[in-house]
């Protein structure tokens, strides 16, 4: 009978855990004991003095990564974030990986104590082992930290009800104003696009309502959709891609790609291009979240593998690259300007393929009503965006 009720409780106790939710951390370390990796979702601060700040993991004592750190007496906790589940599955022994290799899956920098830390990870807390102690199945390890890493956006992947999510933060309604009172817009824009669509917008928002103060974040897809949630931005104009649920999506336009070349390049003239045509030409691809995936699907969905010789995340950088012969470029927004910042002349030309345009959408919480400045925003962008306004 006793044993019958302890093992309830334990399936209790783990039933109700899954309700805790806890952020999803990567533990590793490296050294004389050699470099190991687990993830865990058992971490927390322990004090910020005595005499500085340190936080305690725990980790189950059959992990090699248990006895490494006992060895290296070192290690890093990697907080990973909302789009890095990848690398949680990789380390918690749920995903192959190349040479059977843990580490393959994203790129490393070696932390001030010798332990790896993720080159991007939402924050990372490099720590000097103070203490341990052997728990039931886990070594609990205590650290000093040495050096904490801290991105600049991002949302912490959350493990809760045995799956992965992400924060949304819950915020109150918009405070309602009167005409004529200053109101406040926060507005966000994907980056690429945002310069050659946003500002017309705002000087057309600005000219009708004067008194509205705007606020205006720039930022890639993972940056505008987490503002969104967060209540960090009201509004936003982004691309429809892999977007979580909570938003109510209007489809602005579609913008579809075109080959960008060197004025002088033999290909200018043609009428229109296909990946295959394009294929031994080295590539410039802009290397930016959401842009970088769309661009290569187009190759993939082609069935062919592109040259790439040059990568940036910078819409201009890339167009100065093409127009200095350095190859050519897969772009979707295209400027009035066949120039670029340096005085280089560039050639457009149609792109023939399989694959869709990309579909630009007004973003915004379903949770919470638009106010008024937000509503009249998107009245422009609807008007803006109208074919018939064209």
């Known amino acids: 009978m006793r044993i019958e009720k302890e093992a309830e409780l334990k399936q209790r106790f783990f039933d109700g855990m899954s309700f805790a939710a806890c952020t999803v951390n990567v533990v590793t370390t490296d050294g004389p004991s050699g470099r190991a990796g687990v993830t865990v979702s058992a971490m927390a601060s322990v004090s910020a003095d005595a005499p500085g700040p340190s936080l305690l993991v725990c980790v189950h004592h059959k992990s090699p990564a248990a006895a490494a750190i006992l060895g290296n007496r070192v290690f890093c906790v990697n907080v990973l974030r909302d789009d890095q589940s990848r690398i949680s599955d990789t380390f918690a022994g749920r995903m192959e990986t190349e040479g059977e290799d843990k580490f393959s899956c994203t790129t490393w920098v070696a932390g001030t104590t010798g332990a790896p830390r993720a080159s991007d990870p939402l924050v990372a807390f490099d720590c000097r082992l103070l203490t341990s102690e052997q728990v039931g199945t886990h070594w609990v390890f205590f650290g000093a930290v040495d050096d904490v890493f801290i991105s600049e956006s991002g949302s912490p992947l959350i493990y809760a009800n045995r799956a992965y999510g992400t924060s949304v933060a819950i915020n109150p309604p918009p405070a309602q104003v009167k005409t004529g009172e200053a109101e406040e817009l926060r507005l966000g824009c994907f980056r690429t696009f945002g310069p050659y669509l946003v500002p017309e917008l705002i000087a057309r928002m600005m000219a009708d309502r004067p008194f509205t103060v705007m606020s205006l974040q720039e930022g890639n897809q993972r940056d505008i ?48 291009l296909s990946v295959h045509d394009l294929v031994d030409e080295p590539f410039v691809l802009l290397d930016a979240p959401s842009s970088r995936e769309y661009f290569l699907s187009i190759f993939e969905a082609a069935g062919v593998e592109p040259n790439i010789r040059f990568r940036s995340s910078s819409f201009e950088m890339v167009r100065g690259l093409v127009g200095h012969g350095l190859g050519f470029s897969l772009l979707a927004t295209k400027p009035s300007s066949n120039m670029t910042y340096d005085g280089r002349a560039v050639s457009t030309v149609k792109l023939d393929c399989d694959v869709g345009g990309s579909r630009v959408v ?5 949770d919470v009503g638009l106010s008024p400045a937000a509503q009249v925003f998107a009245e422009h962008c609807r008007a803006f965006f109208d074919p018939a306004y064209h």
């Open 362 to 366: 007004l973003a915004y919480r379903k």
């Open 225 to 272: 959709e987490d503002g969104l949630h967060k209540g960090e931005t009201e509004i936003a104009l982004l691309y429809d891609l892999d977007l979580r649920p909570g938003l109510s999506l209007e489809l602005m336009t579609e913008i579809h790609p075109y080959v960008l070349l060197p004025q002088e390049h033999g290909l200018a003239a043609k009428p229109k």
